[in-house]
């Protein structure tokens, strides 16, 4: 790849393409939102694919992560804590003593940040059934404790992912190719 000129322009642009690429991590959408839409998805995925390899560009993205991760104060030991909390929380934690869900203001900050949604729904809607007011159904849903628990432990090497490849492998039609492109580059150790 020919060195790139640094121009003001071809900075700036280089800039406001790092800037685009940290929205979603995709460089095509990137080039197209600093060509505002003018160029083929076809172009926009070279060229984004080519910028992503200039150095300068490269740091770029680099310093505008780490301003990412700053801002949200966020550290390998903060998702490793959510995760642990993930991994270990009882449930028991968010019901008071006559299993009725506390409050969001009651529970403990470990438990809040293991939610992942809640769902309300209003019940008793039929006020002749001699009940005097309406009640809510709460359903919370949380962190799966599998994927936090799987993530911790190929985090500490516990388990790991193994792939199997299981084409067989023809190491003699493989020698045969590693001789003959030695013998095109004229390697003397045939």
Same mark, same amino acid.
């Given at each position: 790849?020919?060195?790139? =000129? @640094?121009?003001?322009? $071809?900075?700036?642009?280089?800039?406001? %393409?790092?800037?685009?690429?940290? =929205?979603?991590? #995709?460089? $095509?959408?990137?080039?197209?939102?600093?060509? #505002?839409?003018? &160029?083929?998805?076809?172009? !926009? !995925? &070279?060229?984004?694919?080519?910028?992503? =390899?200039?150095?300068?560009? +490269?740091?770029?993205?680099? !310093?505008?992560?780490?301003? +990412?991760?700053?801002?949200?104060?966020? $550290? !390998? @030991?903060?998702?490793?804590?959510?995760?642990?909390?993930?991994?270990?929380?009882?449930?028991?934690?968010?019901?008071?003593?006559?299993?009725?869900?506390?409050?969001?203001?009651?529970?403990?900050? =470990?438990?809040?940040?293991?939610?992942?949604?809640?769902?309300?729904? *209003?019940?008793?809607?039929?006020?002749?059934?001699?009940?005097?007011?309406?009640?809510?159904? %709460?359903?919370?849903?949380?962190?799966?404790?599998?994927?936090?628990?799987?993530?911790?432990?190929? /985090?500490? *090497?516990?388990?790991?992912?193994?792939?199997? /490849?299981?084409?067989? &492998?023809?190491?003699?039609?493989?020698?045969?190719?590693?001789?003959?492109?030695? *013998?095109? &580059?004229?390697?003397?150790?045939?």
């Amino acid at each position: 790849m020919a060195p790139h =000129r @640094s121009t003001k322009a $071809t900075d700036l642009f280089h800039d406001r %393409f790092a800037a685009e690429y940290l =929205r979603d991590l #995709n460089a $095509t959408q990137a080039y197209l939102r600093c060509k #505002n839409g003018t &160029v083929k998805e076809t172009t !926009a !995925a &070279v060229e984004g694919w080519k910028l992503l =390899r200039i150095p300068k560009v +490269q740091q770029a993205i680099a !310093a505008g992560a780490k301003k +990412q991760l700053d801002a949200l104060e966020m $550290t !390998a @030991s903060n998702v490793m804590h959510l995760i642990w909390s993930a991994a270990t929380l009882d449930p028991s934690e968010m019901f008071d003593a006559e299993w009725n869900l506390l409050p969001l203001s009651k529970m403990s900050a =470990r438990a809040r940040l293991t939610i992942d949604a809640i769902e309300v729904a *209003r019940a008793n809607l039929d006020k002749t059934d001699g009940k005097k007011s309406e009640e809510f159904l %709460f359903k919370v849903k949380h962190i799966k404790k599998e994927k936090a628990l799987e993530m911790l432990a190929k /985090h500490f *090497r516990l388990i790991t992912d193994i792939v199997e /490849h299981k084409e067989p &492998v023809d190491w003699d039609k493989r020698i045969a190719r590693i001789r003959a492109a030695r *013998r095109r &580059v004229g390697d003397k150790d045939k």
